[in-house]
Antibody, heavy 124, light 108 residues
Framework: QVQLVESGGGVVQPGRSLRLSCAAS????????MHWVRQAPGKGLEWVAE????????KYAESVKGRFTISRDNFDNTLDLQMNSLGPEDTAVYYC?????????????????WGQGSLVTVSS | DIQMTQSPSSLSASVGDRVTITCRAS??????LAWYQQRPGKLPKLLIY???TLQSGVPSRFSGSGSGTSFTLTISSLQPEDVASYFC??????????FGQGTRLEIK
């Protein structure tokens, strides 16, 4: 079955960097767009970044643009999020998420599978 | 950015009640609207997409409707396991992917 397993979270000081990874299995990873979504403690969901199936197209929320970089390795079936210049406002559980379907005949791409989440705490 | 506004922010209902949650978009999004359920301490779960299409495996008591700027999620007969937060999502096109602020549903 589809599995997404995040790693790399932890406590980091303001201004420092952290890299999250998401290991995918159970589906043809290279044919699906992928996303990162975060959820601050006790708060709602915030979309962070998207990457296309081939990795050539990337989009970011304004709140992270210029600081975060999404990438993927379709040989290792992994999705990464490099987070630089972290601030307390970045404290959240970070989820990787897979879109429902792929290809040109798929207009609707909500997120049908989520990883278990990786907690990032930015604190001095 | 497209803003998604849910109402109410919380509600309490009895088992068997019909429950409706509303989501409004700040501009038209056609039917690029999904609903997610997040039970306490759990992952978000896709319930409905394309405004009204039930995701595989989701109980039929859940339904969605709407198009453009106004959408609703309805639970026809509330069950104890439906205690959760519910989020709407506009997935029309990044970077305009936005979630509503959530509705917390409790049992009376």
């Amino acid at each position: 079955q589809v599995q997404l397993v995040e790693s790399g979270g932890g406590v980091v000081q303001p201004g420092r960097s952290l890299r999250l990874s998401c290991a995918a299995s159970g589906f043809t990873f290279s044919t699906y767009g992928m996303h990162w979504v975060r959820q601050a403690p006790g708060k709602g969901l915030e979309w962070v970044a998207e990457i296309s199936d081939d990795g050539n197209n990337k989009k970011y929320a304004e709140s992270v643009k210029g600081r975060f970089t999404i990438s993927r390795d379709n040989f290792d079936n992994t999705l990464d999020l490099q987070m630089n210049s972290l601030g307390p406002e970045d404290t959240a559980v970070y989820y990787c998420a897979k879109v429902l379907c792929s290809g040109s005949s798929c207009p609707h791409r909500p997120f049908d599978c989520w990883g278990q989440g990786s907690l990032v705490t930015v604190s001095s | 950015d497209i803003q998604m506004t849910q109402s109410p922010s919380s509600l309490s209902a009895s088992v068997g009640d019909r429950v409706t949650i509303t989501c409004r978009a700040s501009q038209g999004i056609s039917n690029y609207l999904a609903w997610y359920q997040q039970r306490p301490g759990k992952l978000p779960k896709l319930l409905i997409y394309a405004a009204s299409t039930l995701q595989s495996g989701v109980p039929s008591r859940f339904s969605g409707s709407g198009s453009g700027t106004s959408f609703t999620l309805t639970i026809s007969s509330l069950q104890p396991e439906d205690v959760a937060s519910y989020f709407c999502q506009n997935y029309n096109s990044a970077p305009s992917i936005t979630f509503g602020q959530g509705t917390r549903l409790e049992i009376k």
